[in-house]
C-alpha cells in the first residue's frame, strides 16, 4: 500500500534518487488504449530538471521505457512498467548528508521510521520519485481522454511568494502556462514574478507559492459519498506531494468566511442540462462531481534546501553547522505544475473506472 | 472501499439518516483492549445535536450498542459492530426533498451517480454518517492511548466567519474547548463569536469557520513517505467529512509565501533527543511524524441549509423556488470538533499499526 | 481485511455465536437492483439449522433485518447493512468449553493468536459465521442475476463418508437437489446415504463428504489471469469455510493422472461461439472463464463436535477428557450447500464487475 | 489488484514472454533485512528452464538485478524492484499463435477479455510470470527467516501420472529433494519416475502430477480465521500457479472419507507446549496455525503444449488443425517446486507481518 495509489487504476512507483533507476508500474490499465513511449517522454518533459535558470541545473534526461503492457503501440491490459534510468548521479556530491540530517528534509523521520536510509540524494524522498507519478498521469490521461473527450486537465503556478498570477481558471489555457519558464498565465506581471525568484536565488534562498488546477468537461457523477469523495482523494493525491502543505477546493479556506446564502450554488436549467450559477462548491458536492469545473489550490512551502548556512544535528547527535549546498531549484512550482496534473488525472481516471463498475443501467443524467 | 477508512485500522460506516439506524463495523482492532459501551457513548455524546442553542433543535439520543466483537469488556481481535437507532425521523418534514434538489447538497449528485437516492433528510449524505465515525474513533482511541499512553489529540473552533479564538495550540487543553457550548479556548471574545452566530441564525443564515487539531505526545516515525504520507491521510480523512473544504499542516497556506531560510525548521538536541526549534512542518517531514506537535487546520463552509428561499430545480428539470427550513445547525463548527479528532485518531491508529507491522528490530530512535 | 471479502462487490462479516447476533455489510453493490428481505430469507431458510433430523436440532430462526442500503426494494449503490439477531443462545451448555479445547475446533488457536476468545458456542469461530456469507451471496446473486440472467449456480452433496450420488454435473437441476434433506440428487442411493448418517449419529459420530457445485451460462472473460485467476478466488472461498480442506476445479487430482493429449480441451466452433469439446478445464483456462460450464469440488471433513469422549488439553495445560456432548450436525455437508452457491455468487459477481470496470469498448467475444 | 498478491508483504508482477524482460515489485518488506542479488538468484536458478532432459530445453538464463529497495546489502524499506530480462526470445517460433487459439491455453480467454493479446510465446500467460514470484519469494523468505530462523519450507514431486514417491513428509530434507533432477526424494523409485516422463515425452505428450509442501518450525497463531484463513490464503496461491487444478491441507479429499472421532486431532502437552497427537488438520485449526507442521498437495495437470497435432479453432473462427510444436516441459514438476515453496513463503511473511501488527502485548503462547 504505501507505494500504491489507487483503486481500480492503480500506480506502484519505485526507486531511489541514485540507485538504477525510477518508475512505476500501472496495473488495472485497461486494454487497447493507445500508448507509446512518446506519450510519456512529453510529460516527463515538463517536470524534468535544467529547463531554465529558475529551476535546477541538474542534467537529467529522464527517458522512459515502456518495459511490459503494451504490444503494437496498445495497452494490453497487464501491468505497464515504466522505467526511467538515474544518469547524473554524483553521489560524492551529497556525502555529507550521510552524517547530517538536513533541516525539513526526511533525512531524520526516514532514520528514525526505517533505521537505515539511501543518504545519497535524499534516496526515495528525492522528487525523483515523481517521476513515476507523471509516467503514471500519463498513461492515466489518455485512458481518461478515451472515456471522456472532452475532459482538460490544466494547472499553473497562481502565485510566487505572495505575488498572484490572477487569471481566470475558467478560460486559462495550456498555452497560457506553457509560454514561460515559470507556468505563469500572466504576461502582465511574469517579469516581477521572475525577479523575485532571481532576488531568493541570488541570496541562496528559496521561495514557496501555489499551483491551481482546473478541470473542465466534467462528467457528472465522479466520486464515492464518503471516504473516498472526489475532494478527499484529490487532497490526498496533493498532500502527498513533495513540499505541499495544504489544499482547498471551490472556496476553500475563503469559505470558512462566508455565510450560506452566500455561498450555496443556486442551481438552474441550461437546456436539459442542470447547472449552478456559482461554483463555491469547486465541481463537487457530497464527494461526487456535479458537471461544473473541478478547481483547487494547493500550497507549496519554499524548496528546503538552501545555499545558506543553516544549524542542525549530526547522525551521532551533535549540533553541527550545514554549510551551503548548490545546484537545486529556487522554485520547484513549474516543475509541481505537470505533477499536480498527472496526481488529478490520476484520482479521475480511478475513479472513472470505478463508476463504470457500477453502473449496470443507463443512470438519468450523464 | 468506498465506504471504508484505513488499511490495518479499518472502519466501515453505514446507514442511511431516515432508516432504522447507522453505525460502524471496525476491523482489525487489536485484542484485549478494554472497552464499553461508555467509552463510545462519551464520544457521540460529544458530537450530538440538540446540545446547545446554536446547534440543531433535533433530538437523537443516539445510543451506542455494541452488537459484536467484545467480550467481558475487552476486544476480541474480531470485528466490533457498533449500531445506533435512528429516533427522531420524521420523514414527512423531508417530503419536498424528493421532489427538488436542494443547493449545495448532495440530493442531485447521487441522483446523478445512483439513479436513485432515499430523499428522506439526505439519506446517506445525512451528517449522521459521522456517527459511525466517531465510534471508530472512540475504539481507535482507546487502540492509539494503549500504545502511546502520552498521545493528546486536542480539536477546537477556531475561527467563526472570520473571528479567531486565537489559543496557543501547543497549550490549548481539553477543559479550555469544552468550557463553552461553542468549543471555543478563549474566554475574552467568547461573546462575540457567539453573537456572529446568533445574528446570522436570525436573519435564517448560517456560518463557516474553522477547526484546528494539535496532537501532542507524538512517537517520531509515524506515516509512510509516498502516497500514504501522514498528512496525505490526514487530508483525506479531514476532506472527507461533510462542509470541509480545505486542509493545511503546519506552515499551511501561509507557508506559501515565507522563503527557505524561513520556513526550514533548525534541527537541535533536547538530552538525546533530536528537536526542532520552530515546526513550520507541523510535525511531519517527508511524510513521516518528526515528534513534534502535529497541527493541521480544516476549513468548514456554512451549512448548506438555510431558512430562506433559494432558487434551484426540480428533479423534473423544472426551476423552482425553495421554501425556507428549519431546525438545522447555524454553524456547524462546534460539533465537527469530535469528529475531527475521530478521524485523527483513526488515521494515527491505522498508522501505528502499520509501524509495528514492519518493526521487526529496535529502532534507533523511538 | 481478515473478515472482508472482495475487491469490488465487498462482504464484511461480523458477529459471534453468543452475542448479540451476527451479520454482514455489503459494500460496493451497484444502486437499483430489486431487493427485498426475502430475497435473502429465502437462502438463509435453506442454510438454517433443525431443518431435519441430519441436522443439528438447534432452533434458530435468523431471521434477516435489512438495516441500510435500500429504499423503496430498490438497493441505493450504499452499504447494506443485514442483521440476524442470535436468539438459542444457551452459553451455559458450553460452560466448559470455557476452560478445555476442544480437538481439531478452533478453541486453542483463538486462544494462541489472541490471548482472548469468546468461549461461548465457538465465538466468532462458529458455523453461524457464514450466516453473514449466505445473505451476501443473495444480494450478490440478484446483481449476477441481473447481470446475467442466464446464470445458474447449483451445488449438492455428490459424497458422504465415500458414497457417491453420481449425477451428471451438466444437467442437475436445483429440483433434484432440493428434492430430499440431504441434498443428493440421486433418489436411487439416497436411502444408502441418509443410513451412513444415521449409523454414525447412532454411534455419536459425525462423516466427511463432497460437495460439488457447477455454474452454467457462464459469459467468457471472468477472472483474471495472474493472482486472482478466477479458480484461485474460488479456492481462497471455499478453503474460508468451516471444515473444508480441499478443492480442486475440472479434472482436479484427477488431472495430475493425466497425459496432455488427454487433458487439453481440443476447439471447435458452435455456430460463431467458440466451444471445447471436453471440459477438464473446468470452465476456465488461464484465469480467465471460457464460457463452459464452471466446475469444482469441495471436500469437508467430518465436523468436530462429536458424542464420545476424547482426550485433549485445559487452558491451564492439564490433559483431560473432553465429555460427550450432543445437539449439533453428524453431517455437515446439506447445510454447506447453499454456503458453497453464496461464496461461488460473491466470486463471480465480484469479476463481473471487476470486467466492467475495464471494458471500455465491446469485445470481440462475449 | 490483479497482479499483485499479499496484504502487508506485497509483490507485483509484471512482464511478457517476449517483451523487454519480467519482474517483480515488492512492497512493504521490513527495513534492514540483509538482501543481495544472490539471495535472489539461487532461486532463480532452481526455477531456470534447461537444466536437465526433462525440463524444456530453452536457454535463458534468467539474471536477476535489484533496482530499488537495498543499500550496503540490506533493504531499505521502500519498494524492492527485479528485473530479470527475457534473452532467448524467439517470436518468430511463435508465429502460428497470431492466428490459432492454443488447446487448454489461455489464447483464447486473453483474446475475449481483453480483445487483444501479445501472442509471442503466450505473452502475460507464459511461466516466466512466475519468475517475479520466486524472486519475491527469495525476499519473503529471507524475512520469515529473521523473523522465525526454525521454519523451514520444503516442497517436492510426489506423484508423476500417479506414480507415488511415498516419502514421509515429516523428515524429507532438501538434499533429498535436490538430489535428482525430478525433485523426486525417493531414490527407489526415481528410475521409474522419470522413465514415465520419457515415454511422454518420446510421444510427444506430457504428464501432470502433485507436489507436496511441508512447513516445519510453524509458530502459532499466524491466519486469519475468517475469509483470510491460512489455508484459503495457500489455496488462492497455489491455485493462481498455472496449471494447478487442486489443493488439498491436510487430511484434504481423504478426510471426506473419515469420520469425526479418527479425524480429530487429539490434544496433549509436551512439555508447556500443546501439540497434537495426529494432524489431519494439517497445522491449521480455524484459519490459525496450530504450531504443528503445515502440509498441503497442490495438483498439477499435464502440460498444455504438445507435439502432437490438435484439432482447434482461429481467431476467424474457422476449425484448424494446430501442428506439433517443440522445446517444451514434459513434466512441469520440478520446475513447480521453487515456485510452490516461494508462494508459500510470501503467504506466511504477509500473516506474520499481519501478526505482528496486532500483537499490542505478549500472548499466552507462541
Not at 518495459?67 to 505497464?80: A, H, K, Q, R, V
Not at 472526489?230 to 495544504?246: C, N, Q, T, W, Y
Request: charged fraction near 25%; glycine fraction near 10%; hydrophobic fraction near 35%.
Amino acid at each position: 500500500m504505501p507505494n500504491t495509489f489507487g483503486h481500480l487504476f492503480r500506480i506502484t512507483t519505485w526507486g531511489e534518487s541514485h540507485g538504477k533507476g525510477v518508475g512505476v508500474v500501472i496495473d488495472g490499465c485497461p486494454p487497447r488504449i493507445p500508448l507509446s513511449e512518446e506519450d510519456i517522454q512529453k510529460e516527463l518533459d515538463r517536470r524534468r530538471p535544467g529547463q531554465s535558470k529558475i529551476t535546477t541545473q541538474r542534467k537529467e534526461r529522464d527517458i522512459a521505457a515502456i518495459l511490459s503492457g503494451t504490444f503494437n503501440g496498445m495497452t494490453l491490459g497487464t501491468p505497464i512498467m515504466i522505467w526511467v534510468k538515474n544518469e547524473d548521479a554524483r553521489p560524492e556530491a551529497y556525502a555529507e548528508m550521510e552524517k547530517i540530517y538536513r533541516p525539513s528534509h526526511a533525512d531524520f523521520t526516514y532514520q528514525a521510521k526505517y533505521g537505515i536510509r539511501n543518504w545519497q540524494g535524499g534516496g526515495r524522498s528525492s522528487a525523483r520519485e515523481t517521476i513515476g507519478r507523471v509516467a503514471g498521469g500519463a498513461v492515466g490521461g489518455k485512458v481518461l481522454q478515451f472515456l471522456y473527450p472532452e475532459i482538460e486537465v490544466i494547472a499553473w503556478v497562481s502565485e510566487v511568494h505572495g505575488l498572484k498570477s490572477l487569471c481566470d481558471p475558467n478560460t486559462v489555457t495550456r498555452e497560457d502556462v506553457e509560454s514561460n519558464i515559470l507556468r505563469w498565465p500572466n504576461a502582465e506581471n511574469l517579469g516581477e514574478a521572475l525577479k523575485e525568484i532571481e532576488r531568493a536565488q541570488k541570496e541562496g534562498d528559496t521561495v514557496g507559492g501555489i499551483v491551481e488546477c482546473i478541470v473542465r468537461g466534467m462528467p457528472v457523477g465522479l466520486g464515492e459519498p464518503v471516504f473516498d469523495k472526489l475532494e478527499a482523494d484529490l487532497a490526498k493525491a496533493m498532500l502527498s506531494l513533495p513540499a505541499s502543505k495544504g489544499f482547498e477546493i471551490g472556496s476553500g479556506f475563503r469559505g470558512a468566511l462566508m455565510r450560506g446564502s452566500e455561498h450555496n450554488d443556486p442551481f438552474y436549467m441550461e437546456g436539459n442540462k442542470v447547472r449552478t450559477k456559482t461554483n463555491w462548491s469547486g465541481g463537487v458536492q457530497g464527494g461526487i462531481s456535479n458537471g461544473e469545473n473541478l478547481y483547487f489550490r494547493v500550497a507549496f512551502k519554499p524548496v528546503a534546501t538552501i545555499a545558506q548556512e543553516q544549524q542542525t544535528v549530526s547522525v551521532d547527535g551533535e549540533e553541527v553547522i550545514l554549510r551551503a549546498r548548490g545546484r537545486h531549484d529556487p522554485c520547484v512550482l513549474p516543475r509541481a505544475v505537470p505533477i499536480v496534473e498527472a496526481m488529478t488525472k490520476l484520482v479521475l481516471v480511478d475513479h472513472a473506472l470505478r463508476q463504470k463498475a457500477i453502473e449496470l443501467t443507463p443512470r438519468s443524467f450523464s
